[in-house]
């Protein structure tokens, strides 16, 4: 299964592309789509389409994860965030992908086995579990935590049915 892991951001969207065979986990691809801080609202979340659907053209993802974003002091910028979110969960929708959503605390948790990880621990320990890869940035390294955890929760989904089943027969 390919999963791709998308961290929305307005100015800087990372994405990250893993592999997953089993418990195995390959590094594939990752980088920031970048939208122009001058330009407006409206041409800021078409470039980031663009860009993001120029992604999924290269890498054909199987399986789509975007962070949750959570609602800070600063409303102007939360609605913003929420917009290019929809950037974020527009592009695998239009493929017909089922989009996994997790907080950044719950990725944290996974990747990083705290909750309130910092982000050089989060760069760390995507090093740990995707050997040899070369990151294009924090917001990089988010969004192959945010596939990380994705292929975590599948594999614990998968385990899951299967234990029923076999309870079942």
Known sequence: MRVIGIDPGLRNMGWGI????GSRLR??????????GAAD?????????????EV??????DAAAVEQTFVNKDAVATLKLGQARGIALL??????????????NA????V??????????????????LPGVQIGG?????????AICHAHHCQSASHLARALQKAGS
């Open 18 to 21: 893993i592999d997953v065979d």
């Open 27 to 36: 590094h594939v691809a990752n980088g920031i789509c970048r939208s122009d």
């Open 41 to 53: 609202l409206a041409e800021r979340l078409l470039s980031l389409h663009a860009q993001l659907t």
């Open 56 to 61: 999924f053209d290269a890498h054909a993802p």
């Open 91 to 104: 592009v695998p929708a239009q493929r017909g992908l089922r989009v996994g959503e997790y907080l950044p």
């Open 107 to 110: 990725v944290k948790k996974v």
């Open 112 to 129: 990083v086995g705290v909750g309130h990880a910092a982000k050089g621990q989060i760069e760390h320990m995507v090093r740990v579990y």
């Open 138 to 146: 924090a917001d990089a390294a988010d969004a192959l935590a945010i």
